[in-house]
């Protein structure tokens, strides 16, 4: 039975681990010059985890334009307190576009700073610039946002060609995304459920399903709740490990269908 156990996950590992490969491939192709913004009316549930997890596997610079601590440069071991220059800031104040930071198991980064909270430009010439960077790098781009309402985050809203909301199955999350989904009638939106539990809220899912359907949104595949996802501690993506264990196999799986999904909306 063991046996049998770790030779299927065995086999699932090289399976996905080629899936990610393909992924990653159709991703730097499909794309180039395309700009995913995730973003969410509801605070902490999950944008920055699917960001920075969508941004490797499509290949795509993972633009942050959040300024707190929570952000993904953080959680990917960037403190901008050891840096005297601050590419994001330097490239509003030139025009030229800010070289992404590379590093292993990690996507290729434009780190956030806090001065960007006083700095962000105004959403048109924000949105303009997005797009242009994308341009230049001939790359996507994945836009992680502030929470909240601000002028970098309707800028990113601005530039996208698909709008990635990672969505709770809760009330108030649900009456948030309702308002969010009012103000940006006409974008393209693809809906996440996220932090699913094992058996799904009924009338919640109902409720989505409406929403989408009066909306005329897309819901892609779901993300189960993941306990050890809040005090994961490694400084790396999940998806970018060399290979994938018992616990991350599950969270991998479910992500590729997501960017699968993002890959076919936004291309
Ligand atoms: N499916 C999930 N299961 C369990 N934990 C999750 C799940 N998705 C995200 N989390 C965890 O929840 C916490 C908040 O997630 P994250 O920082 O991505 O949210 P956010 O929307 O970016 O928050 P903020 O609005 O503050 O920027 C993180 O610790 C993250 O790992
Ligand atoms: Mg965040």
Same mark, same amino acid.
């Given at each position: 039975m063991t046996d049998m156990t770790t030779t299927s996950s065995l086999a699932e590992q090289d399976q996905l681990l080629e899936l990610v490969r393909l992924l990653r491939e159709k991703g730097a192709h499909r794309l180039a010059r395309k700009v995913i913004t995730v973003m969410s009316a509801k605070g902490g549930i999950g944008k920055t985890f699917l960001a920075m997890e969508l941004a490797w596997l499509l290949a795509a610079v993972l633009l942050d334009l959040d300024w707190d601590d929570g952000n993904a440069s953080r959680a990917l071991g960037h403190h901008h307190d050891r840096f005297t220059r601050v590419p994001l800031l330097d490239a509003l104040e030139t025009g030229k576009a800010p070289r992404p930071k590379r590093s292993s198991h990690r996507p290729d980064l434009v780190p956030c700073h806090p001065d960007? %909270?006083?700095?962000?430009? =105004?959403? =048109?010439?924000? %949105?303009? #610039? +997005? !797009?242009?960077?994308?341009? =230049?790098?001939? $790359?996507?781009?994945? %836009?992680?946002?502030?929470?909240?309402?601000?002028?970098? !985050? #309707?800028g990113a809203v601005g530039a996208a060609d698909l709008i990635v909301m990672p969505v709770v199955l809760g009330t108030r999350e649900l009456n948030a995304l309702e308002g969010a989904l009012? =103000? #940006?009638?006409?974008?393209?939106?693809?809906?996440v459920p996220?932090? +699913?539990?094992?058996?799904?809220? %009924?009338?919640? $899912?109902?409720? #989505?399903r409406e929403l989408a359907d009066t909306y005329g949104v897309a819901v892609g595949p779901m993300i189960s709740t993941y306990s050890w996802l809040r005090t994961r501690k490694l400084r790396t993506v999940i998806t970018a490990a060399p290979t994938y264990s018992k616990r991350t196999l599950p969270v991998v799986r479910e992500l590729t269908a997501v960017a699968g999904a993002v890959l076919d909306h936004a291309a």
């Open positions: 960007f %909270a006083v700095n962000q430009p =105004e959403p =048109e010439p924000l %949105a303009k #610039l +997005i !797009t242009g960077w994308s341009q =230049e790098w001939d $790359r996507g781009v994945v %836009a992680d946002t502030h929470p909240g309402g601000s002028d970098s !985050t #309707l009012k =103000e #940006l009638v006409g974008y393209p939106i693809l809906l996220n932090w +699913i539990p094992p058996t799904p809220p %009924a009338a919640e $899912r109902k409720r #989505l």
